[in-house]
């Protein structure tokens, strides 16, 4: 059983930055895969981002190179630095991980643009 936990959110201004950070409960060189989805009101969870054990990386095409997903092996964390948000951006941000056969997520975190 993994356990993510998720800080960093918060309100923001369109043009300014983020970093989303993401503390698993177990060394992350065991994980597989970690990243980001979100949700916005009344829309379907979405993918955001990915990072796999080996660095490989896999985005969203809204992304557009404004966000950049990250691990720290040190700490266990994996974080998304998101640069130049978007109103549209506004989300409930969560966690996410696979782990062998199984998916775990974390509780989320709120990330508000304001224009």
């Known amino acids: 059983q993994v356990q993510l936990v998720e800080s960093g959110g918060g309100s923001v201004q369109s043009g300014g930055s983020l970093t989303l950070s993401c503390a698993a409960s177990?060394?992350?060189?065991?994980?597989?895969?970690m990243g980001w989805y979100r949700q916005a009101p009344g829309k379907q969870r979405e993918l955001v981002a990915t990072?796999?054990?080996?660095?490989?990386?896999n985005y969203a095409d809204f992304v557009k190179g404004r966000f950049t997903v990250f691990r720290d092996n040190a700490k266990n964390t994996v974080n998304l630095q998101i640069n130049s948000p978007e109103p549209e951006d506004t989300a409930v941000y969560y966690c996410?991980?696979?782990?062998?056969?199984?998916?775990?997520w974390g509780q989320g975190t709120q990330v508000t643009v304001s224009s």
């Open positions: 996410w991980c696979r782990k062998l056969f199984r998916v775990y």
């Open positions: 177990e060394s992350i060189s065991r994980i597989a895969n």
């Open positions: 990072v796999t054990n080996e660095g490989t990386t």
